[in-house]
T-cell receptor
C-alpha cells in the first residue's frame, strides 16, 4: 500500500512570494490533516478534512493560508504571501475514516522563506 | 488549553538497556494515545497506539497507560543504536479529531 505522498519535498522562496504544497493521502483514507512542525516542536494542526469538507480550520491563519480538497482526495495548502516565520516543515497525514484515530504521515515539505 | 508534556531529553542509554519515555496529558477525557518515532529530517512514524489502561506490547516496545494519573509511557527493551530518534507522544482528546503532540523526547542509544 502506497503511503501519503507530498510534493515538493523542499521549497525555498523569498518573503512575500506565494507557495503551494500538494498532498495525496493513502488510498481510501477519508480524513486528511495538514500539520506544521517547527524545529524542536511536535506537529501542530492547521486544518482537518473529512472527505472534501474542512471540519476544523480553527488554527489556520486565514489571512495568508488557504487550503482545498477538491473531490475529497488530493489536497493543496497555499501560503500567500509567505513570511519569514512560515519557515517550517509542512506535514500531511491521513486516517481511514472518522473515529479511527491512527494517522499516517507523508514525508513533509520543508519550506525556507528568505 | 489541552497539553501534552514530555521531557525533551536527551535520554542516553547504552545498547541493550531499557529506555523509558514518559508523557503526561492535561485532558482527562482523552481517549486514544500514540507514540511516533521521528528520525532527524524525516516525518513521524507511528509505532504504538493504546486505548485502555494497562500495558500493550509489540516486539521490543511496550506502551503503558494510566488514565487516572493521565500518564502514558513507552518502554523500549534491548535498545539498539537504530532506536536513536525523537519520540513523540500524541493524544486524541476526542475521537475523530486531530492529535495533540508533545514536543518529543530525544533518545540516544550508544553502542
Amino acid at each position: 500500500e502506497a503511503g501519503v505522498v507530498q510534493s515538493p519535498r523542499y521549497k525555498i522562496i523569498e518573503k512575500k512570494q506565494p507557495v503551494a504544497f500538494w498532498c495525496n493521502p493513502i488510498s481510501g483514507h477519508n480524513t486528511l490533516y495538514w500539520y506544521l512542525q517547527n524545529l524542536g516542536q511536535g506537529p501542530e494542526l492547521l486544518i482537518r478534512y473529512e472527505n472534501e469538507e474542512a471540519v476544523d480550520d480553527s488554527q489556520l491563519p486565514k489571512d495568508r493560508f488557504s487550503a482545498e480538497r477538491l473531490k475529497g482526495v488530493d489536497s493543496t495548502l497555499k501560503i500567500q504571501p509567505a513570511e519569514l516565520g512560515d519557515s517550517a516543515v509542512y506535514l500531511c497525514a491521513s486516517s481511514p475514516r472518522t473515529g479511527i484515530d491512527e494517522q499516517f504521515f507523508g514525508p513533509g515539505t520543508r519550506l525556507t522563506v528568505l | 488549553q489541552k497539553e501534552v508534556e514530555q521531557n525533551s531529553g536527551p535520554l542516553s542509554v547504552p545498547e541493550g538497556a531499557i529506555a523509558s519515555l514518559n508523557c503526561t496529558y492535561s485532558d482527562r477525557g482523552s481517549q486514544s494515545f500514540f507514540w511516533y518515532r521521528q528520525y532527524s529530517g524525516k516525518s513521524p512514524e507511528l509505532i504504538m497506539s493504546i486505548y485502555s489502561n494497562g500495558d500493550k506490547e509489540d516486539g521490543r516496545f511496550t506502551a503503558q497507560l494510566n488514565k487516572a494519573s493521565q500518564y502514558v509511557s513507552l518502554l523500549i527493551r534491548d535498545s539498539q543504536p537504530s532506536d536513536s530518534a525523537t519520540y513523540l507522544c500524541a493524544v486524541n482528546p476526542q475521537a475523530g479529531t486531530a492529535l495533540i503532540f508533545g514536543k518529543g523526547t530525544t533518545l540516544s542509544v550508544s553502542s
